[in-house]
């Protein structure tokens, strides 16, 4: 049953927990690892329709949805750990899939390169692009004609609204090699029986990752992507039957320039530029004369994305930054949408909130609302009435009111370098002398942790726990000379950033200074094990969950390494020096405190053999460690059972070391 809200700019909107919401308890773990209710939602263009994605064993469906009543109308799924990725609608009747393929949590989606159709009733379900063999029912019962095979990969572009049969995609044929790199097609592609005509070529290579940016008509108008040296190259062109021409070349401007989305009307395109310092800026490109000048630069972050008056991506009214909170700055301040839009943010009080779809005429609309204590809610927002409807929630047995709140703070690192994150303390505790998990990110470049909902910070904040988030130079959102900062450090300065963080925790009062672990995941991982070999008196324990321990074994495994982008960036962000002295797995003699350590036996990005590797060199040091392995995981652990069970262990590991469980005393 949908739940109605009455939107004004007086009175706010109140969450309305779900009857089966509960609140956390000490021993309760599995709220926390059970799978999101939907992953995508959207609108059909006329309004008939809605679509949800939807996490269902190991793979992701998709369903359509009947607005008034929220019953399946029909399903898409394809067998085995495939995932529905992303779709289109290609016109109110039709949806053009992507699926994808991922082993791990934590791993990226890698796409198939098929595409997919479905009608919203469910017929005409089939195969229109891809390598997928003949003779095997797996999309959902539907067997796929054999004349479809593609030895070559396709990426929905853009529908075309003047032609609701065609839509444009990009096709990449396969390398025969890992170094070989083909280039992209760009093609009009027949929705019905996936017909393709080509339109002309990409001007960058394919393995490079070229990505297309069309306009509102659903011409491709921008390509970018790197070279075989890693850098970027940005290219324009005026109409299907124009020569691409070199916008901008990183190797050249030294500074990166990606398009971020088209004006109403087309005239204007916003791109986002890297700047020698501070963070990126926002640029405007008249599509008339081709200039380029700047249009907005934030003095804190990055421009993250656009924000749409209304969810169809037409009409942007301004940029979402990331900062301590999420925040827009508006293009017109006075403008109707903009107005709308604080209104709507006004009314649900304490979130941030965005249109994520809406129909063509831009009435009725999808919105997200979410914030640190709630992973996000979907309304269906009426333009006209201004009411706005519950439709979804991603994890409706949780109840926001019983998490915890997520405080951004800042200190300065020992060089003076400015170092941001989040605090996430229990519910109801004093915020003072409290046991602390410092949980640095993964990445490590480009990546940043961000205010929202995270499940391990609450989860363990439920359990007695402070939680402290740093984003140590290396990571994104703070430009590029920031990230730029954390090339070939690690076990360096950006090693540094966790430990002064630590210190700043310890020394603000916050941070038993006896009662400090330290967790991450991945390159956290590593810098959990990094952290007690540099630091062996600061922490009490650390866990290490998919992580890597040996520098110069990562450094020399895996397809992205195989590929001459692949070495150049491994040599420009993590260098060939030093790399024995700054792993773990060499230095487990300076380690003085109890290991965990988890690991996924099919994991391609931090092979098992990483962490069998640090644990027998922890055991020969006489560390006392234990470890946890599932020969059917990857890069984090997927199967929720898996999840509880390790977060069981990680919880009787911190309990036994700095919770309850530990016993009374001084250092370590």
Avoid at 265 to 288: I, M, N
Avoid at 352 to 361: K, L, M
Avoid at 556 to 584: E, I, M, W
Wanted: proline residues 6%.
């Amino acid at each position: 049953m949908k739940i109605s809200i009455a939107l004004s700019m007086i009175v706010a909107c109140v969450y309305v927990p779900s009857a089966f919401a509960i609140p956390p308890t000490s021993a309760s773990v599995e709220p926390y690892t059970r799978h999101d209710n939907f992953k995508l939602a959207s609108i059909a263009p006329d309004g008939k329709h809605l679509v949800i994605t939807v996490p269902i064993g190991d793979h992701t469906s998709l369903i359509v949805l009947d607005p008034a009543t929220l019953k399946p109308v029909s399903a898409f799924s394809v067998a085995g750990k495939t995932h529905v990725e992303d779709f289109i609608w290609a016109n109110a009747n039709r949806l053009l899939i992507s699926v994808s393929e991922r082993e791990g949590s934590l791993d990226e989606p890698v796409s198939t390169g098929e595409i997919f159709a479905t009608n919203v009733d469910g017929k005409g379900q089939d195969l229109l692009f891809g390598y997928r063999a003949v003779n095997t029912e797996q999309v959902s019962g539907t067997r796929i004609k054999s004349d479809r095979q593609q030895q070559a990969s396709a990426e929905m572009i853009a529908r075309l609204p003047d032609d609701p049969g065609h839509v444009l995609v990009a096709i990449t044929p396969w390398a025969d090699t890992a170094n070989q790199e083909n280039f992209t097609t760009l093609e009009i592609m027949d929705i019905r029986d996936g017909q393709h005509r080509k339109l002309g070529t990409l001007p960058v290579r394919s393995a490079g990752g070229a990505s297309v940016l069309a306009d509102h008509k659903g011409r491709a108008r921008f390509v970018y992507g790197p070279g075989q040296d890693s850098l970027n190259r940005l290219y324009y062109r005026e109409s299907d039957d124009a020569p691409w021409t070199l916008i901008d070349d990183e190797s050249t401007s030294h500074r990166v320039v990606t398009p971020m989305g088209f004006a109403a009307d087309d005239s204007v395109a916003y791109l986002r530029s890297t700047e020698p310092t501070g963070p990126d800026s926002v640029q405007k490109f008249v599509v008339a004369d081709k200039s380029m000048t700047p249009l907005l630069v934030d003095k804190s972050v990055n421009p993250h994305h656009l924000l749409y008056a209304n969810g169809s991506r037409k009409d942007p009214i301004g940029v979402v930054y990331l900062d301590d909170k999420p925040r827009v700055t508006y293009f017109n301040p006075d403008s109707e949408a903009a107005r709308l839009h604080r209104s709507l943010m006004a009314s649900f009080d304490g979130q941030f909130v965005e249109p994520i779809s809406s129909t063509d005429d831009g009435e009725i609309q999808l919105v997200e609302a979410y914030s640190d204590r709630d992973p996000g809610d979907i309304f269906e927002f009426t333009r006209s009435t201004k009411k706005a409807e519950l439709l979804f929630s991603r994890m409706d047995w949780l109840d926001p009111t019983k998490m915890a709140e997520q405080r951004p703070f800042e200190f300065k690192a020992r060089d003076g370098l400015a170092i941001h994150g989040y605090l996430t303390l229990p519910p109801g505790s004093s915020g003072k002398a409290m046991p602390l998990v410092v949980y640095p990110h993964g990445g490590p470049f480009g990546i940043f942790d961000a205010w929202g909902f995270d499940r391990d910070a609450q989860l363990l904040a439920a359990h007695g726990y402070a939680v402290l988030q740093v984003n140590y130079r290396g990571s994104g959102n703070r430009g590029a000379d920031f990230e730029k900062a954390g090339y070939k450090q690690w076990g360096g300065t950006m090693q540094d950033d966790l430990t002064d963080a630590t210190h700043w925790a310890i020394g603000s009062g916050i941070a038993d200074k006896n009662r400090i672990c330290i967790y991450g995941a991945s390159y956290g991982g590593y810098a959990a094990l990094m952290g007690v070999a540099k630091e062996p008196t600061l922490y009490r324990c650390a866990a290490g969950y998919v992580g890597v321990y040996d520098l110069e074994a990562m450094y020399h495994v895996g397809d992205f390494q195989r590929l001459q982008r692949g070495q150049n960036y491994r040599k420009r962000t993590v260098g060939t020096d030093n790399l024995a002295a700054n792993s773990p797995v060499h230095l487990a003699d300076r380690i003085k405190v109890p290991v965990l350590l988890a690991a996924g036996g099919r994991d391609k990005v931090a092979t098992p053999e990483q962490t069998s590797a640090m644990e027998s060199a922890l055991k020969r040091a006489g560390v006392p460690v234990q470890t946890l392995v599932y020969p059917d995981e990857a890069h984090g652990f997927y199967d929720p059972k898996h999840v509880t069970e390790f977060d069981r262990q990680l919880l009787e590991f911190l309990d036994k070391n700095i919770g309850s469980g530990a016993k009374s005393g001084g250092a370590p």
